[in-house]
């Protein structure tokens, strides 16, 4: 056979080595914060970073993530010497080590301590021979993958100084942004945050005005077919909701009536259609409007009285507007 030669990377194995230690400190860590309900479901362990899966009920909180990233990295700053020793298993679980459940072991195992007995594992992967060797250990994310277990990924070492140097960076740039400094970042944001919704409900209501004002003058464009008042029409600058308010002030105002109005916002078309109620036994506002959108290369739907629609083909308007009387003398 053919010769192979092999070797190991000793970047890589430096990086794993620091992220499997820094697992047994958060294992420790998450059982102290969460409760002694917590057992490993799952683990990761590479170069990059490090991810464990857990039993816990519950979304880890915000407030719990910072205990269990301040326990870990108060065992990282004691620089507390980490032991490697094979026993024979009944020894170790009177010491309490903590074993993989549904994992088969043989009369002896290998148990790595930190800190003491702040975490005591089976195990028989590579660690650091200090806590402090980690450097720094950092959180990246929490969430959930199943009924009951949770995940967190976090970084050490290099990884987790990398991650604020980006966080800062970050940091920095929103602060330039919106004129702040940092240590009144949040309250600028808040200020920020409420002053557009404000703006939000200022235009909300200047839309609705421009509705009203639209409807009046729309009113008069209806024209009359079987004793029935029909307006079909195309408006600018209207969202669905204006739209919908618009043809329900044209509904009260024109009486038996049908009621269809198009409007086009940033390349998407708005169908809305509406039908008096004395006339919905004749003409349906759903398959007026569904009627429209289907030339329009959209489709929608809605209640007798009132319906919604959409389309993509902004170009197509005019004609489908113009398909609606004849639709409607076959109706009436």
Known sequence: ?????????????????????????????LRQVLGEHVLQKGSLVDAKRLRFDFSHSGQVTAEEMR??????????????????????????????????????????????????????????????????????????SESGISAGVRRIEAVTGKGALALIEREENTLKQLCEIVKSKPEELAVKVQQLTDSNRALEKQLEQLKSKMASSAGSDLASQAIEMSGIKVLIASVEGFNAKSLRDTVDQL???LGSSVVLLASVAEGKVNLVAGVSKDVIGRVKAGDLVNMVAQQVGGKGGGRPDMAMAGGTDPDAVPAALASVKPWLVEKL
């Open 251 to 253: 509904k009260n105002k």
């Open 1 to 29: 056979g053919a010769a192979v030669t092999t070797s190991v990377s000793e970047a890589d194995r430096s990086a794993i080595t620091l992220n499997h230690s820094a697992t047994h400190l958060m294992n420790s860590a």
């Open 67 to 140: 205990q269990i990233e301040d326990l870990v990295n108060s065992q990282i700053l004691g620089n507390d010497s980490v032991t490697k020793e094979v026993m024979a298993i009944e020894e170790a679980r009177t010491k309490g080590a903590l074993a993989l459940f549904g994992e088969k072991y043989g009369d002896e195992v290998r148990v790595v301590s930190m800190a003491g007995e702040y975490s005591v594992e089976f195990c028989g992967g590579t660690h650091v021979n200090r806590t402090g060797d980690i450097g720094l250990f950092k959180i990246i």
